[in-house]
């Protein structure tokens, strides 16, 4: 099975499953999106903020596929954190998306306990009603996880977080994970930044023959974290999900495990 057709569980689900890895959004464009749509991305992670749901859409549908033929998720902003903000942005989210049942739908950043609690009940609602899959957070740590515990239910299927070889957040994976909460690692390239440089990813890129981008989101498959790159450049695009024809070995995931020097893990 490629990495492209593998999927991890959601344990607080029905059964749903998560693409292993998805095309992120912010800041492409239709044209972006149809390249990544053609080189075959399973999942498009959105969100209301982003104002890319529409081109998701269109660049799925110019290269020839429906919106309901990917796994979609989108995100509601923090200006839209109560009952009524969450149902009319999750209304205009199935419109511009143009579809009647959203894959997942997280909250994007927490805010006061008494907000995320408003948000998460409305967010059950939309789950009880079938109108999304699965709901999920983003940028939540373990205080903020506790505390929408306490007034719900309803775990998260998700938790979406910053996560790359230079920010490997240990802890808050482990204590997401003892939760049944899956993990999905943003900016997994560091933004472009710093990690594309790092001369121990780059010394191993180099062993493998790949690039250290390449390397960054193997490493992340193989400790079964979900994934979100973007890019707007079509070599870049399909390099991001070129991640097949090799893998690290233990010692190379260990070399990268103890990455982090920053103090930042
Ligand atoms: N939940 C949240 O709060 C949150 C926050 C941030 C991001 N996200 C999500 O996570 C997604 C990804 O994170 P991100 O956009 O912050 O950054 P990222 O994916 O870590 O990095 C994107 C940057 O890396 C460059 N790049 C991509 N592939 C490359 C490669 N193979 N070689 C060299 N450079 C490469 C891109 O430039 P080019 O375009 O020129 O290739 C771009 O500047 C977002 O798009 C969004 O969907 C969520």
Redesign the pocket.
């Known amino acids: 099975m490629t990495v492209a057709e593998t999927t991890f569980p959601l344990p607080n689900t029905a059964g749903l499953r998560i693409p292993a890895i998805g095309f992120?959004?912010?800041?492409?464009d239709r044209t972006a999106v149809a390249a990544a749509a053609r080189a075959g991305y399973p999942a498009f992670?959105?969100?209301t903020m982003?104002r890319t749901e529409r081109a998701v859409t269109g660049g799925l549908a110019d290269a020839g596929l429906a919106p309901t033929d990917r796994f979609l998720t989108t995100?509601i902003w923090r200006s839209d954190m109560t009952e009524r903000g969450v149902r009319s942005a999750f209304h205009a989210s199935t419109r511009n998306f143009g579809v009647d049942t959203i894959d997942l739908l997280?909250i994007?950043?927490p805010q006061a306990a008494a907000s995320n609690l408003e948000t998460w009940k409305t967010m059950e609602e939309l789950l009880e009603a079938g109108r999304v899959r699965a709901i999920g957070v983003?940028?939540f740590d373990a205080a903020e996880l506790d505390a929408l515990a306490a007034g719900s239910d309803t775990v998260p299927a998700v938790n979406?977080i910053?996560l790359?070889p230079l920010r490997q957040r240990k802890a808050l994976v482990e204590e997401s994970r003892q939760r049944g909460i899956s993990v999905t690692a943003?900016?997994?390239?560091?933004?472009?930044g710093p990690v594309?440089r790092d001369p121990d990813l780059t010394a191993i890129a180099d062993d493998l023959g790949v690039?250290t981008?390449?390397v960054s989101l193997r490493w992340l498959f193989q400790k079964e974290i979900v994934s979100?790159?973007?890019?707007?450049?079509p070599d870049?695009i399909r390099?991001?999900i070129d991640l097949d024809g090799f893998a690290l070995d233990d010692e190379q995931m260990a070399r990268i495990d103890a990455l982090p020097k920053q103090g930042r893990n």
């Open positions: 992120g959004t912010w800041q492409v992670d959105s969100a982003y995100k997280l994007h950043w983003s940028n979406q910053e790359h943003y900016s997994p390239l560091g933004q472009g594309l690039t981008a390449q979100i790159p973007r890019s707007s450049n870049r390099q991001n």
